[in-house]
């Protein structure tokens, strides 16, 4: 069992920037995909970022151009830079480690971006 472990969520302005981190309890072996997704209230959850082990990134319409994710494979770490938030970022953020007969996900982390 893999427990993953969010941080860096809080409280930020529209138009500033947070970083959030995850990482798994253990080194996770074999090939998975790493991701970020949102859930805003009374909404789905939905994918914010991927990355395979390969490098290869993949982005909601919505912040490809201010996001950027990042992982540390060796650490079996993903990470999420945010930048020039918006209002309607506001969520919890679920870090998700997919090895496809399996998926793993954090308690996830809050962001709100208000003025």
């Known amino acids: 069992q893999v427990q993953l472990v969010e941080s860096g969520g809080g409280l930020a302005q529209p138009g500033g920037s947070l970083r959030l981190s995850c990482a798994a309890s253990?080194?996770?072996?074999?090939?998975?995909?790493m991701g970020w997704y949102r859930q805003a209230p009374g909404n789905q959850r939905e994918l914010v970022a991927s990355v395979t082990g390969g490098g290869i990134t993949n982005y909601a319409d919505s912040v490809r151009g201010r996001f950027t994710i990042s992982r540390d494979s060796a650490k079996s770490s993903v990470y999420l830079q945010m930048n020039s938030l918006k209002p309607e970022d506001t969520a919890v953020y679920y870090c998700?480690?997919?090895?496809?007969?399996?998926?793993?996900w954090g308690q996830g982390t809050q962001v709100t971006v208000s003025s």
């Open positions: 253990r080194i996770i072996s074999g090939i998975y995909t």
């Open positions: 998700n480690v997919d090895k496809r007969i399996v998926k793993y």
